[in-house]
């Protein structure tokens, strides 16, 4: 267990040592401890720096704690070592889809506009001043089906909505939705309704989401972000719905955060912002990261594939 530790990781190190004996565990405290420990470390959990990879002989799998970790987890020297690396993506399914679909019905009603009607306890029938959007007849496109989009993708199509997805790998059975690679995205856009991203920041992914693309959307769409906040170019989403060149946007992460008070997108009409909190008090999201961890400790131990494996190149 790599530092900085907490009561979290010595609790999991305690269970782990329990259900599987055949470890022996320890709990390094500091980065001393950490760099003299992984020495002879078959695998390891949490980040390793690159001074302590240097001295590692013997490892062969890194738990990453986090499916979207901090920038500077994966460095040159990591991804050319043979490790296999795995991460504990699909944990926020259900939590984080909630609220995307929270964002995509109210920018489907106008609920922004009702909502500053009822602040100013105006009672205005035709407060809303976007087009109606009807569900069962809209199309949404989700870029990223993994654990977060394919549950998106679900409840979008149990309301009706015809599912698009751009994905480079298919990892869930997926019946309701028309898949397509990422070289088809800038064809698919100008179809969607809503445009939803799942996608983790990664080197491709940074900024895709910029002036160009926003300019491919139907007048009529939203664009909603809950994966990464560097995958947006902010002051261009910003601009295209100043200028009514899209609908509006729902965004739980943002490319600075937290978003400085002075942006603009604070004030703009029919935007909703969230402060990175969709899995905020989720109370089934640690469990779901220890079981992760404890089934590929138990997969490792017998020599078995394990889940979740990422592909370091591309962080994911």
Known sequence: MMPPLDDMRREWAARMGEALPEYHIVLAETDEDAKREIIDADAAYGWIPPDALGVARKLRWL???????????????????????????GIYFDHISHHIMMFLLALARGLPFYID???????????????????????????????IGHETARLCAEFGMTVIGVDPRCEYELPFIELHAPGALDDLIPRADFVVTTTPHTPETEGMWNAQRFGLMKQTAYFINIGRGKTTKIDALADAIESDQIAGAGLDVFEEEPLPKEHRLWRLPNVLLTPHIAVKDAD?????????????????ANGQSLHNVVDKVVWY
């Open 284 to 300: 089934t999201v640690t469990a779901r990261r220890y079981e992760v961890l404890l089934e590929n400790a138990r997969r490792f």
């Open 117 to 147: 009607a009822q602040r100013q306890a105006k009672w205005d029938p035709d407060a809303r001043r976007s087009q109606y959007i009807d569900l069962a007849g809209a199309m949404v496109l989700i870029v990223g089906v993994g654990g």
């Open 63 to 89: 738990q990453n704690p986090d499916a979207g970790p901090f920038i500077g987890y994966y460095y040159k020297e990591l991804i050319e070592h043979p490790v296999t690396i795995c991460n504990p993506r």
